[in-house]
């Protein structure tokens, strides 16, 4: 592709564009970026990742994909600013939560539109996104889109509805993780080690966890069983989080990003 523009400049914006600059799956020539007035943002990140800003609108006029990633509140707004510029068939990839790729089509015209829900690991190529694609994509785009995001991480495809379901666990998921890593923190200097060693230890922990799920094959439970000596500390740990409704906490949690962004989509 010869010009991606990027409608929206912020964080999740960098956080693709480092990742397909650095995965080297897009120019950094090739990328455009907007916004609405942050003009210092646009220097910002012309300066670090040698991309273009856009000078005027009637520059999207050929472009070969917009992705719009702008806060929701703020999508309608911006696709109306857009909309007489763009060209009838330039495919949109959509980052925004919670609208709908039918929303997208009624402001911006019937065309090709992916809809992702990516994470902020897309920084380091090590995003988890989901995706859903209108009847407009063709195969060939799908292959395009999909080999776009598997560069950033790894990239499923799900029905469009369940996006929510993919944003309550994977699109805010680091958030989740990153509070559970403030509470080892905490807990582990409280029991006198220095705070640069819990968050190696944990960091290391976390990340040595994740890969055996990924390559042993094992189920969870199976994993967690190995690591829980009768009468031992694991199990001693465990009981106290079964006590304080651990499971519980995390299925409420999902339930509660899950329907937050069934309540935006309805909202935008
Ligand atoms: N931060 C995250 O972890 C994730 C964010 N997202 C989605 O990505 C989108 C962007 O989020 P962030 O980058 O975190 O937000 P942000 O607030 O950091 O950036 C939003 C950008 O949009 C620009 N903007 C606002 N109105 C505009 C308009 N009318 N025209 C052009 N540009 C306009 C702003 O100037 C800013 O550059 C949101 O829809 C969010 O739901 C999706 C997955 C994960
Ligand atoms: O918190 C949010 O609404 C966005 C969507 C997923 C991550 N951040």
Redesign the pocket.
């Known amino acids: 592709m010869q010009k991606i523009v990027f ?9 693709i564009i480092q990742g397909w600059i650095e995965q080297e799956v897009i120019e950094a020539n090739n990328i455009y970026v ?5 003009f210092e ?1 646009l220097d910002y990140l012309s300066t670090k990742y040698n991309v273009e800003v856009l000078q005027n609108k009637d520059q999207l006029i050929d472009a070969d994909l917009i992705v719009l ?4 509140k ?2 309608k ?2 696709m109306k ?2 909309k007489p510029y763009i060209a009838e068939n330039t495919p949109i990839l959509t ?5 709908a790729m039918d929303t997208v089509s009624d402001i911006l015209g019937k065309r090709s539109i992916a809809r992702v ?4 690991s897309a920084t380091i190529g090590m995003s988890a996104s989901g995706i859903a694609f209108n009847e407009y994509v063709t195969e060939k785009q799908k292959k395009q889109f999909m080999k776009m995001l598997d560069a950033i991480g790894i990239v499923i495809e799900v029905e469009e509805d369940k996006l929510h379901a993919v ?1 309550a666990l994977s ?2 998921g ?2 989740y993780l990153y509070y559970m890593m403030e509470a080892f923190e905490k807990a582990g200097t409280e029991f006198g080690l220095p705070k640069e060693t819990v968050r190696k230890l944990m960091v290391q922990t976390i990340a040595g966890s994740a890969a055996m799920l990924d390559r042993v094959k094992e189920e969870p439970n199976e994993l967690r069983r190995k690591v829980t000596s009768p009468g031992g500390t694991t199990e001693a740990g465990i009981r106290a989080l079964e006590d304080h409704q651990f499971s519980e906490a995390i299925f409420e949690c999902i339930k509660s990003a899950e329907a937050r962004s069934r309540e935006l989509a309805k909202s935008e």
């Open positions: 409608v929206g400049a912020g964080a999740m914006a960098e956080a907007t916004n609405r007035s942050n943002r990633v702008v806060k929701p703020d999508g707004s911006a600013a857009i980052v925004m939560a919670g609208i829900m990516p994470n902020t944003t699109g805010s680091p958030a």
